[in-house]
């Protein structure tokens, strides 16, 4: 690629970056390119900029930017591509990209109101993107931008949630509190493998970009005051916290709907616990909260064998 310091035509940096990836031709639309923000995919209709950022092509990522307009003709939250994806939706996936967003937020907040609050065809504004990939330095970067460190951010709070409800603390639990390991367990899953976690000792739970996700807002969600509770409160409290956190998980859980031929595992030479029903390892592990839990809210699942066919 091209030296970031010398200015080169974008069509020489467009013909550079196919030849850097051989299929990139097979994609991308046989045009000349005008622009930054020029349509290349032919199924994603991704812009140049778009591609560049998806292919970590930082470089050429500060080459593109440099060469928009100050007083763009349509908006860059307008400009999205098949996914709704908007520039800083792309950029807000990772905390590399944390100089440049904040380059295209100052030039281009001001004029454009809907920048920090547009949504993708998922529902997710860009700080969603920023939590759902635990990026924590871009999501704090972003919180700031919305003022969500200030009182009362209550106008901001729809755009921390998708229409379905779904909120970034709820994606931050199951992107980050319980890790999937290499058996790919649900976070439900890895709880009920962890009874020391419903001893009497008291343990940090859900460190990482949780903690730094609390720190950043000002939430009034119930499952805020979860977290805190758990990591931060009494013994004597924690055992009710848990329980709550428990009814969450079982609610939400899809271990049952991933499992086959009506058992509480997949098929598979090699065993995992990652194939194993929640209900199960909690029965195992001696967890009666998670186990009541789950036969309140299914109790269909008392049907349910294990790998060995045992119920």
């Known amino acids: 690629m091209a030296d970031p310091g010398q200015k080169v035509p974008i069509q020489i940096l467009y013909e550079?970056?196919?030849?850097?990836?051989?299929?990139?031709?097979?994609?991308?639309?046989?045009?000349?390119?005008?622009?930054?923000?020029?349509?290349?995919?032919?199924?994603?209709?991704?812009?140049?900029?778009?591609?560049?950022?998806r292919f970590k092509e930082k470089d050429l990522v500060k080459q593109l930017l440099g060469m928009l307009q100050e007083n763009?003709?349509?908006?860059?939250?307008?400009?999205?591509?098949?996914?709704?994806n908007?520039?800083?939706?792309?950029?807000?996936?990772?905390?590399?990209?944390?100089?440049?967003?904040?380059?295209?937020?100052?030039?281009?907040?001001?004029?454009?109101?809907?920048?920090?609050?547009?949504?993708?065809?998922?529902?997710?504004?860009?700080?969603?993107?920023?939590?759902?990939?635990?990026?924590?330095?871009?999501?704090?970067?972003?919180a700031e931008e919305m003022k969500l460190k200030a009182e009362g951010p209550e106008d901001r709070k729809p755009y921390l949630r998708r229409p379905n409800g779904t909120t970034v603390l709820h994606i931050s639990i199951f992107?980050?509190?319980?890790?999937?390991?290499?058996?790919?367990?649900?976070?439900l899953q890895c709880l009920a493998c962890n009874p020391t976690a419903f001893g009497r000792k008291k343990r940090k739970i859900g460190q990482?970009?949780?903690?730094?996700?609390?720190?950043?807002?000002?939430?009034?969600?119930?499952?805020?005051?979860?977290?805190?509770?758990?990591?931060?409160?009494?013994?004597?409290?924690?055992?009710?916290?848990?329980?709550?956190?428990?009814?969450?998980?079982?609610?939400?859980?899809?271990t049952w709907h991933a499992s086959k031929n009506g058992h509480g595992y997949e098929d598979s030479n090699k065993y995992k616990k990652g194939h194993e029903h929640p209900l199960f390892l909690a029965t195992i592990s001696n967890i009666p909260d998670i186990v009541e839990e789950i036969l309140i809210h299914h109790p269909e699942r008392l049907e349910l064998t294990d790998k060995d066919g045992m119920n």
């Open 16 to 53: 550079l970056f196919k030849e850097e990836h051989n299929y990139l031709p097979e994609v991308s639309r046989d045009q000349p390119l005008e622009g930054p923000l020029q349509r290349i995919s032919k199924s994603y209709n991704n812009t140049f900029l778009h591609i560049a950022i």
């Open 86 to 142: 908007t520039i800083l939706h792309e950029l807000a996936a990772s905390d590399s990209w944390k100089e440049l967003a904040t380059d295209v937020v100052k030039r281009y907040n001001g004029k454009d109101q809907e920048l920090l609050i547009a949504r993708n065809e998922f529902g997710e504004t860009p700080i969603f993107c920023a939590a759902r990939h635990a990026q924590t330095e871009m999501f704090q970067f972003l």
């Open 175 to 187: 992107n980050e509190c319980f890790k999937r390991d290499q058996d790919s367990m649900t976070a």
């Open 208 to 254: 990482g970009f949780m903690d730094d996700l609390m720190k950043s807002t000002s939430f009034t969600d119930k499952i805020h005051g979860w977290f805190q509770d758990i990591s931060h409160t009494s013994d004597e409290r924690r055992p009710q916290v848990l329980k709550e956190l428990v009814k969450l998980l079982v609610n939400n859980d899809t």
């Open 72 to 84: 763009l003709p349509v908006p860059l939250s307008n400009i999205k591509n098949n996914e709704g």
